[in-house]
């Protein structure tokens, strides 16, 4: 199974260039964020006619997530919104039944300008979401967290940390918070199997960063216990942002192999058939 996650900047701009990713590289589940949309509008029938079926939580101009599944089975919706703050109605959080597993697509917030109440709220949110996936990582269902971290977590994961120094992507809160995360047990893909590399997901459109390889890791997908195992790949299609108005993100996948499967435990009589 190949899984992964992408922020699109506005499905309705980005349409084509995700349905020619899609054809290209044929992933099986798909977490999109930034939407950008309302629910109305989500390309439903453009997604399905490539051969995905969709759940998705759209907002007018700015967050919205979606989970594609490759095939005419949609993701079973298990929840709609990140608990802890019934009054949040920022559309960042989906969590589905996809193909045996628990998906979870976030759209964390960016918390600039910091300090302020969007910072405040970066922070908040990230104490909601760790409460919440403690309990998925001890379900006993293999799980993923995947999406838009908005986190650079080291400064391996940024092509000049200097430049973000006063960014709320780098802050101590910030990077302490994913650090609590991964302090559950999950495993953060990329870095598992390419621990010493420099790897970036988003390059902004200011000052020729993609152009330069001027870019931020802060695109993740983490893994539990028992979906950890299944890891065998990893990586980011960065062609995707040289394409023609491209989004300033690129999708990061990952290879799942196949889960194993006890064996049964023979009869006594075949086993006694078995003795030489």
Known sequence: MKLATFNVNGIKTRLPQLLDWLAKEGPDVVCLQELKALD????QAALKEAGYSALWKGQRAWNGVAILAKGEEPP???RRELPGDPSDDQSRYLE???DGLVVACLYLPNGNPRPGPKFDYKLAWFQRLQAHALGLYA???????????????TDLDVYKPASWKRDALMQPET???YSDLLGQGWIDCLRKLHPEQRI???WDYFRQHWQRNAGLRIDHILLNAELAPRLSKAGVDSWVRGQEHASDHAPVWVEL?????AAKPR???VAKKAKP
């Open 40 to 43: 109305g509008v989500f390309p």
């Open 76 to 78: 079973l919706k298990i």
């Open 96 to 98: 589905a039944a996809v």
């Open 139 to 153: 379900s006993g269902h293999p799980v993923v967290l995947a999406g838009d971290f908005n986190v650079i977590p």
């Open 175 to 177: 990077r302490e918070a």
């Open 200 to 202: 970036y997901t988003f």
């Open 257 to 261: 192999g196949k889960a194993k499967v």
């Open 267 to 269: 009869s006594k009589a």
